[in-house]
């Protein structure tokens, strides 16, 4: 198997991506760098990046699996198309679709233990 390849976009390749855009998504990038992993922001940020990058269709036996997804994540940002503020906004939306679904209570066991208290965020 790929060492550096995971089931879904993981946190830990987000500060890789810093310095592929221009000013606006730096300062997103440093944003997130300093929230904990399960901080809706992170999350939300994480949804977006799996959408962009197609992460659900990714298999161990693909070619992207096989740069890692830190790699894949980097190729994804740079190929994007539109402008930093086309991709603060689509961060934006995945942040509000993640605050739904918390808000909505009754998470799953598992998803409950991994997000922070409210209090905390």
């Known amino acids: 198997m790929y060492p550096d390849s995971e089931i879904l976009f993981p946190p830990r390749c987000i500060p890789h991506l810093r310095n592929l855009r221009g000013e606006e998504w730096a300062r997103l990038i440093d944003h997130l760098t300093r929230l904990p992993d399960q901080h809706e922001d992170v999350l939300g940020f994480s949804l977006m990046m799996i959408k962009l990058g197609s992460c659900l269709t990714c298999d161990l036996d693909s070619y992207r699996a096989s740069l890692g997804c830190c790699t894949c994540a980097r190729r994804t940002v740079a190929g ?35 997000v922070e208290p409210k209090a905390a965020r």
Request: no cysteine; aromatic share 8%; proline share 3%.
């Open 80 to 114: 994007f198309k539109g402008s930093d503020a086309d991709m603060v906004r689509l961060f934006e939306e995945a942040r509000e679709e993640v605050r739904e679904y918390l808000a909505q209570g009754d998470l799953p066991v598992g998803v409950a233990a991994l």
